[in-house]
């Protein structure tokens, strides 16, 4: 028999017309009903009290922004992504940028892709979660997911990613509350700059130069689709590495703009077709804290590579003085002096100069009359080599020996304290000094004569004549020499400029910008301007954070710096430095060390002045190589130096005007120098002093026993004027002797 339920009587109940009835299903559960309603209502009513208690932290933290490092040629107040020479980041790159710069479309896909109801919520979407929910319950995928855009801001900004129902709460209530502080555009520009599309980019500026290498504003329908559809999962939708998965996802872009009537489905056809090859930037790139080049070359190539090393020069300057954090997340624009036609113009006189497997290196500075870098070749190969060949010790490697082409600064004291070009020396082939006696005893020993035994100041220069500068370095004391080079922009201190008479030809340290900067104060009619290769640095809100004015200090008069530089015309006329001449307004000095290590030809126009050294690098603990065959030729100052010092100036300054020397009225002022200080001696042969026992040449940071020399009593700037005979401008000698020899350094 079926079983059957037994009633009990409170469960029955009678009618008006006396018929016996079960009493209803609440009435029934009415004790049970009404307690879990009451614990609804409690758990509710506590809900509502912790929820409102849950706070915005504040205002949106400020995010990290990437550095923008800007060349010559970018305006002022317009230094950003679309322009820069190079970007210095940390682990996120990053550039805000304001929602009028993005265009429309790519408003669109975002939303399209993530949130395609954000005008029309409060924050959250409840038909968005249950519509999610659903497709995860039918594993279908789907482009959006269940959180509104302003949850995922909110969830970056302040809670994490944690997978708990308590954060999720929590970021419903403070969306909503979101909602309520900022506008919907603000939202919107806020996760456009903060949200993460892979390859170390936060931001959509970020992002469009990452895969696209173009400013945000240039974005098209199908780029813009791309990158909406990273938003989600940017490592899985990688277009470098899974090509097929990032299509998959643009097109479920373009379908959700094509439904919410954004686009129409020819235009959606016409950018699904487009082919991932076109795109400019499809490239894995996920860098950590370092530095970006942009232009200055194409990636990979030695001319890329070669102004890494000025970018590297500006980081590092930019770190001293504002410190890690803000060069690598301050959002600084940062405007420089490098003028890329000059550097490509450095970059090709170098490479065209040296093409030869085993060539040496070489390295040119180019300085402007306002003292800004406008090119710096430190190197051509920076993964190779991070050493700047330019900079010396401050570039990470050393000075090198600077020959001849000290033999100026020399020139200058003597020309401050008031001596005539006209001044004549003994110039034999060999001189000895016996009141500076070398570490063998015997008396230092210096080669190198011209012009029949008898030269003027002038003709010493002209020719480089060693006797010459020697006798006038004796005359006024290293200490002198040292301040003058020191005042003209030589930074060497201690022991790389060593207080011995020696130092005159060559021997002490200096760097390829150092000669640069001192040779500029002659073109700058004495007066010395501190190179500087940064002009303005600007916060990443546009405004102005330094300003880097020249920085000038007098150091001769102008007609003192006319003489010098009268005299270094003369060279480049009729001396050493014949194979540099390239227009009638130019000066210049040549320079070789001894064994030919290092050469170099120091040049100047009125308004640039440039630098060209040539030299092997060397190994630490290793001797450096002599340059006795570089193209069948031993390189000296006036051969292959010069050359690549005409090649960069012909380009760089082509179509400028270089302007007019201001040259001294009369070129013979100045009392005469009657030296006296030598003995002249014929030449010996070797076998009278054999090569050990003749003095070593001065190594940098090595000084000369000497004995003390006391500075000489400087006369006035403007000293008295002397009558002097006409000036003659002798020809050089068919073989003008210019070597060192001896162990001297200097050389023309």
């Known amino acids: 028999m079926p079983r059957t339920r037994s009633i009990r009587a409170s469960d029955l109940t009678t009618t008006r017309s006396g018929e016996v009835r079960r009493r209803s299903f609440l009435w029934r559960w009415r004790r049970f009903l009404f307690g879990a309603g009451l614990f609804l209502l409690t758990l509710l009513a506590g809900l509502a009290v912790v929820l409102s208690r849950i706070q915005l932290p504040g205002p949106p933290p400020v995010e990290a922004q990437t550095t923008f490092v800007c060349a010559a040629d970018v305006p002022l107040g317009r230094c950003g992504a679309a322009n820069a020479l190079a970007v210095l980041h940390g682990q996120e790159d990053r550039s805000s940028v304001s929602l009028a710069r993005v265009p429309l479309v790519m408003q669109r896909a975002l939303l399209a892709a993530e949130d395609r109801k954000f005008f029309d919520h409060g924050g959250v979407d409840p038909l968005g979660i249950t519509r999610a929910a659903w497709a995860d319950i039918r594993n279908k995928g789907a482009i959006q997911g269940g959180s509104t855009l302003t949850q995922q801001l909110v969830k970056n900004l302040y809670l994490g990613h944690e997978r708990t129902l308590t954060r999720k709460l929590k970021e419903a209530v403070m969306a909503v509350k979101f909602e309520q502080k ?14 993460y599309f892979g390859r170390g980019a936060y931001g959509i500026q970020a992002a469009s130069q990452a895969y696209f290498g173009k400013d945000v504003g240039a974005l098209t329908l199908p780029e813009a689709a791309l990158l909406a559809g990273l938003v989600r999962s940017p490592q899985t939708g990688e277009p470098y590495r899974f090509p ?10 373009l379908e959700n703009m094509r439904k919410a009537g954004w686009i129409t489905p020819a235009e959606l056809r016409a950018a699904d077709a487009v082919p991932f090859d076109i795109f400019n930037g499809l490239r894995l790139w996920a860098p950590s804290q370092g530095v970006e080049i942009r232009k200055g070359g194409s990636p990979g190539t030695p001319e890329y590579a070669a102004t890494q090393y000025f970018v590297e020069y500006v980081r590092q300057q930019l770190v001293r003085r504002y410190g890690t954090d803000a060069v690598y997340g301050g959002g600084l624009r940062v405007y420089t002096t490098l003028d890329l036609r000059m550097q490509r113009a450095a970059y090709e006189a170098v490479t065209e100069t040296l093409d030869q497997p085993g060539d040496p290196a070489g390295s040119i500075v180019a300085l402007d009359d306002q003292g800004q870098i406008k090119a710096m070749m430190g190197g051509t190969d920076y993964k190779a080599s991070n050493v700047n060949l330019a900079t010396g010790r401050q570039g990470g490697g050393s000075g090198r020996q ?3 082409t000290f033999k100026p600064f020399a020139l200058a004291e003597a020309v401050r304290e008031g001596y005539s070009l006209q001044s004549v020396f003994s110039s034999p082939p060999q001189l000895e000094f016996p009141q500076f006696p070398q570490p063998d005893g015997g008396p230092w020993v210096v080669r190198g004569g011209c012009c029949g035994g008898r030269a003027t100041l002038l003709q010493g220069t002209q020719n480089s004549v060693n006797t010459v500068f020697a006798q006038l370095m004796v005359k006024l004391g290293p200490p002198a020499v040292i301040d003058m080079a020191r005042r003209l922009g030589i930074t060497s201190t201690g022991a790389d400029l060593p207080p011995v008479p020696s130092l005159v030809l060559g021997s002490g340290s200096v760097s390829v910008l150092d000669m640069a900067s001192a040779y500029s104060t002659f073109a700058d009619r004495g007066v010395h301007v501190e190179p500087r290769a940064v002009v303005r640095v600007d916060r990443a809100d546009g405004s102005l954070l330094d300003r880097f004015e020249p920085k000038r200090t007098p150091v001769l008069t102008s007609e003192q710096a006319g003489l010098v530089t009268y005299a270094l015309q003369q060279v480049v006329k009729y001396g050493t430095g014949r194979a540099a001449a390239f227009g009638p307004d130019m000066a210049g000095k040549t320079g070789t060390t001894q064994n030919n290590k290092d050469a170099w030809f120091l040049g100047f126009t ?20 002599e340059m006795s065959s570089v193209h069948g030729l031993t390189v000296q100052g006036g051969n292959l130096p010069a050359q690549m010092w005409r090649r960069f100036m012909q380009k760089a300054t082509a179509g400028m005007d270089t302007g007019t020397f201001a040259l001294p009225a009369d070129p013979t002022q100045g009392r005469q120098v009657n030296p006296e200080l030598a003995t002249t001696v014929p030449p010996r042969p070797s076998t009278t002093r054999p090569p050990s026992s003749l003095p070593p040449t001065t190594a940098p940071g090595t000084a000369t026993s000497l004995p003390p020399t006391t500075p000489p009593t400087h006369p006035p700037t403007t000293p008295p004027r002397t009558t002097a005979p ?20 200097g050389r023309g």
């Open 402 to 404: 600077p020959g001849s």
């Open 244 to 253: 097929q998965e990032a299509k998959r996802r643009r097109l479920s872009v």
């Open 726 to 745: 006409p000036i003659t401008i002798l020809p050089p000698p068919t073989s003008p002797d210019r070597g060192g020899g001896g162990g001297q350094p």
């Open 182 to 195: 900022y506008s919907k555009r603000q939202i919107l520009e806020l996760y456009l700059n903060t949200v």
């Open 606 to 625: 009125p308004k640039l002045t440039a630098a060209a050294w040539m030299g092997y690098p060397g190994k630490p603990g290793q001797p450096v190589p």
